[in-house]
């Protein structure tokens, strides 16, 4: 696996630096010296593709570039993904949970592609920070669902930025799954995303179900791979929290997971 960053210098450097410059990024001097011109220009590039802005030409942004025939992206951990390692990163979980639950989660995720480190950990640890039991459940009332004489969940019901269209909405569309999938218009958009057409809006408990919750959890994630992985890059773990939950629900956890994930999980 190629992977080309700054301080290495070289043939090949100087072959990233011809090729930015032919792209229309200009890296200054093609001396074959990865320095701060060639990790500026590499950097607008992988923001103008859409991919992880961190200035190292790995294989996704060579390929990219047409330096690489194959798309050979970052290490594949799931062999590493194991039961006790996971069972680390839960410690008050009781570890049939994560036995019966991991298998579907892990199948998810390699549907995605999200199967190196920082994605596998970041999946984990929402996971225990959403439900710490390693199932997915429905979301319980509270005082930021339900008001003090409404009806069940009827502080979601009117909520036009969920796409929630009144009661019963708010009840029938709150959290549920691994992600805690919210509001008529998540329901609706990622069923279409699963291929499950209109179930789950008919159906929408078929969200906490364990292989549908996998996969809804993969494809939220998948959505917001970029942003998440530029979080983690800074190593900002809040905002990559808050990128999947919207606030701070539940950071504590969240962190806990994600650094003995780094610990228990290579990253290969």
Known sequence: MTVL???????????LQKTLKEKGFDPGKMDGDFGGGTEAALMAFQLSEGLLADGIAGPRSLTALGLEKKEDV?????????????SGMFPATPIGN?????????????????????????????????TESFEPVAEGRSRFN?????????????RRDLGNQGTPDGERFRGRGYVQLTGRFNYQRYGELL???????????????????GRL???????????????????????????VNGGSHGLDRFTDAFRRGQRLIPAG
């Open 5 to 15: 960053k700054r301080g290495m210098s070289g043939a090949a450097v100087k072959r």
């Open 74 to 86: 970052w290490p594949d951990v799931m062999p590493g993904v194991r039961v006790q390692a996971v």
């Open 98 to 130: 994560i036995r019966e639950n991991l298998p579907p989660v892990c199948a998810a995720l390699s549907e995605r592609g999200l199967t190196d480190q920082p994605m596998v950990l970041m999946a984990l640890a929402t996971i225990r920070a959403e």
């Open 146 to 158: 339900t008001s003090p004489r409404g009806h069940p969940f009827d502080l979601y019901d009117n």
């Open 195 to 213: 291929g499950l057409g209109k179930r789950l809006i008919d159906e929408p408990e078929l969200a906490s179900d364990a292989a549908i919750a």
């Open 217 to 243: 959890l993969a494809a939220f994630l998948k959505d917001k791979e970029i942003a998440i992985k530029q979080a983690l890059l800074a190593d900002d773990l809040r905002h990559a929290r808050r990128l």
